[in-house]
């Protein structure tokens, strides 16, 4: 099959089409509808009918051309960015600009043939739209709130700011309301926000970005790469006696899903026994406040993975402690 790498951005993306006849071509489109109509005529005009299509997953920009490129049923894939910075790392690639990133691309989906992308189902991409555009509406909330606490702000600022907030939360309450109807409209949804509430430290808001950043948590392979997914998983640099730092999270998941989870961890420390146990073992073995956290953090998801692959919802006494 034909290979045509995506380096993608706001506002356009560039292509770069590797045919199994040996031929080649760069482009560029517009990061819109009008582009990905362009893109489908331009690989017409070579001769081009299905690709396995590769881009990173960089914010939120690949996501309408990916499902674009599947329901045109072209092969997708989206790649964590660390994925093509080694490969290219591994050429020795010196030079970095929109059209050499999209022909790296393209040789690393080659050479590596990544899996396919499965787009969320629709009602999944509305729930994840919803939580995504929540979580920014509470950080901006904070953000403003903050801006109250700043000394000699002018009564007019001060006013402004506080009409700002009040209208702010009454967004947030209006979205979340939003997010539960859209819940409750589809009982597997609704079930699954059952089980997970029914963990201690895990509430709506929660349970909201986890259906919606990992829609699939029970069908992964493992309890391991559940946290990988997220980028939860200890990272190790060591080599002979030269080399030896402390392990650190690897970070290269999924951020919004470590965010959802950093103060329900704390809150899972005082209020669930199992987790609070954990956490004690691991400063008694005298571990940093941030690795007791991350390590929690870790629990409480894989603990969630668990309870949406068993369908049964938490039970203090089937809980190691």
């Known amino acids: 099959m034909d290979i045509l790498g995506i380096d993608i951005s706001k506002d356009d993306f560039h292509v770069a089409l590797l045919c199994e006849a040996g031929r080649s071509a760069k482009r560029s489109f517009p990061n819109a509808a009008k582009g990905f109509k362009q893109l489908e005529a331009w690989l017409k005009n070579r001769n081009v009918d ?3 299509a590769c881009m990173e997953a960089t914010g939120p920009y690949w996501e309408a051309l990916a499902l674009h490129l599947h329901e045109g049923s072209h ?49 999944m991409r509305i729930l994840q739209g919803l939580s995504r555009h929540l979580e920014h509406l509470k950080t901006t909330s904070a953000q403003e709130a903050a801006r109250l606490k700043l000394p000699g702000l002018p009564d007019a600022v001060r006013t402004s700011i506080e009409g700002v907030v009040a209208a702010l939360e009454a967004e947030i309450a209006h979205i979340e309301d939003e997010i539960r109807g859209h819940i409750n409209r589809h009982p597997d949804l609704r079930r699954k926000q059952e089980l997970l509430t029914s963990i201690p430290g895990i509430g709506d808001t929660t349970a909201f970005s986890i259906l919606a950043e990992a829609p699939d948590l029970e069908s992964f392979a493992s309890a391991k790469a559940v946290a990988a997914y997220a980028g939860l998983s200890p990272a190790e640099r060591q080599s002979g006696t030269s080399l ?35 956490a004690e073992r691991l400063r008694a073995k005298g571990k940093a406040k941030m690795v007791v956290l991350a390590a929690v953090m870790r629990k409480l998801l894989v603990l969630a993975y668990g309870i949406l692959k068993s369908r049964q919802a938490f039970d203090f006494t089937r809980q190691p402690t």
Not at 75 to 87: D, G
Not at 93 to 120: G, H, M, Y
Not at 258 to 274: D, E, G, Q, S
Request: aromatic share 6%; hydrophobic share 35%; charged share 25%.
């Open 244 to 278: 030896r730092s402390r392990s650190h999270l690897c970070k290269t998941g999924n951020a919004r899903l470590r965010k959802a989870l950093f103060y329900p961890a704390m809150t899972a420390m005082r209020c669930n026994p199992a987790l609070h146990a954990f």
């Open 75 to 123: 092969r997708v894939s989206v790649v964590n960015p660390s994925r093509t910075k080694a490969y290219g790392r591994s050429e020795l690639l010196r030079t970095k600009n929109d059209t050499v990133d999209a022909a790296l691309i393209a040789r690393f989906c080659r050479a590596q043939s990544p899996s396919e992308w499965v787009p969320p189902t629709p009602e």
């Open 50 to 52: 299905l690709v396995h």
